[in-house]
């Protein structure tokens, strides 16, 4: 539903709403663990809230003019369309959309069209977009603050409240991105971040390594320093890979594969949340300090990924994205190329996109 020109930062409106949900759940987390013995169970009824809100919500939710023209209803979706961009003169980005339901309505195995190798680009950042968001290491942070912080001194209480603090963070550099994704674009977003959350992983793991371990505790000066970078960190993850990880693989699908695209990134990201989750405590005892310098080695290697694989997706129509991938210089070796028929000889000819 949204505009070109406003796509990106209304996107991340997603991501902005699951930091602030994550925020909140941390300071209920901290002002239910006062309350003895049953604050637990307070804790978790206050989620029946925000499930009854999603479920209001399904009921209010409109249809969106690509989805009733996909259904047919042309009529009924330029109505929608032009009420939500605020004027009648949509007939070009009507009758784009028109020619896309078009060609998503003839395709009937959307999982096994997103194989083919015009479609290969897209599929690629499906499956590496949410697997380098995960692996920045971020999951491990937000989980386990409280096991981080404690392990170097912190009380339990101080730990909870780290917590609540990179929340805060996290959400509030939401707000950078949306106020800058679409004047920057997402690649310089992506490796401004990539670079801020590398040098934070390293300042993190030389501190530790020098002044932590062998019954060392941290001093105040250097904990506070430790806090301070992982904070660093959480803004850079908060206004850089946090909401484009979800934004850049929902704006690249044509509309015939867009449903199957964005089940293989969620997919993806889920399954990677689960292999992280599980292993964090045994890397973490593993590789100790170096645990960071792992993470700084995958954001390292998704930095380079986007400079040189991912092109810039800023203003560019969802329905014209496909030329996107045929103008880079690395993909269009790999999309076969256009070919046009003509009517009166009926020789076919390759067209330049």
């Given at each position: 539903m949204a505009p070109a020109h406003l796509r990106g930062g209304l996107n991340m409106?997603?991501?902005?709403?699951?930091?602030?949900?994550?925020?909140?759940?941390?300071?209920?987390?901290?002002?239910?663990?006062?309350?003895?013995?049953?604050?637990?169970?307070?804790?978790?009824?206050?989620?029946?809230?925000?499930?009854?809100?999603?479920?209001?919500?399904?009921f209010l939710l409109p249809e969106t003019p690509n989805s009733l023209i996909e259904q047919g209803l042309k009529v009924e979706g330029r109505i929608v369309l032009e009420r939500i961009r605020g004027t009648r003169d949509v007939d070009a980005e009507f009758q784009d959309m028109i020619e896309a339901s078009e060609l998503a309505n003839s395709i009937k195995h959307p999982f096994r069209n997103i194989l083919e190798p015009r479609n290969r680009p897209q599929l690629v950042m499906a499956i590496f977009m949410p697997m380098f968001q995960i692996l920045t290491g971020i999951n491990s942070i937000l989980f386990y603050a409280p096991v981080l912080f404690q392990s170097m001194g912190f009380g339990g209480h101080a730990s909870l409240y780290s917590s609540v603090l990179t929340g805060a963070v996290l959400a509030l550099s939401t707000l950078v991105s949306i106020a800058t994704v679409d004047k920057w674009g997402r690649r310089a977003l992506l490796i401004g971040g990539g670079i801020q959350m590398i040098i934070c992983q390293i300042i993190v793991a030389i501190i530790l390594g020098l002044k932590f371990g062998n019954d060392r505790e941290l001093s105040k000066d250097y904990s506070i320093l430790v806090v301070f970078a992982i904070c660093l960190f959480v803004a850079a993850f908060g206004w850089s890979w946090g909401p484009l990880g979800w934004t850049v693989p929902s704006e690249i699908f044509p509309l015939e594969t867009r449903s199957a695209g964005q089940s293989i990134t969620v997919s993806v990201?889920?399954?990677?949340?689960?292999?992280?989750?599980?292993?964090?405590?045994?890397?973490?005892?593993?590789?100790?300090?170096?645990?960071?310098?792992?993470?700084?080695g995958w954001i390292t290697i998704m930095t380079i990924f986007v400079f040189i694989f991912l092109p810039e997706t800023k203003g560019i129509p969802i329905e014209e994205m496909v030329l996107l991938w045929r103008k880079h210089w690395f993909w269009k070796k790999i999309m076969p190329p256009i070919l046009v028929t003509d009517e009166d000889s009926g020789k076919s000819s390759v067209v330049d996109a």
């Open positions: 409106m997603f991501q902005l709403a699951t930091t602030l949900g994550v925020f909140t759940a941390n300071m209920i987390n901290y002002g239910t663990e006062k309350i003895k013995p049953s604050g637990w169970r307070l804790s978790l009824g206050l989620a029946a809230v925000p499930a009854l809100l999603m479920t209001v919500g399904g990201n889920l399954f990677f949340t689960f292999v992280i989750a599980q292993a964090f405590l045994s890397l973490l005892c593993t590789f100790k300090f170096g645990i960071f310098l792992f993470f700084a």
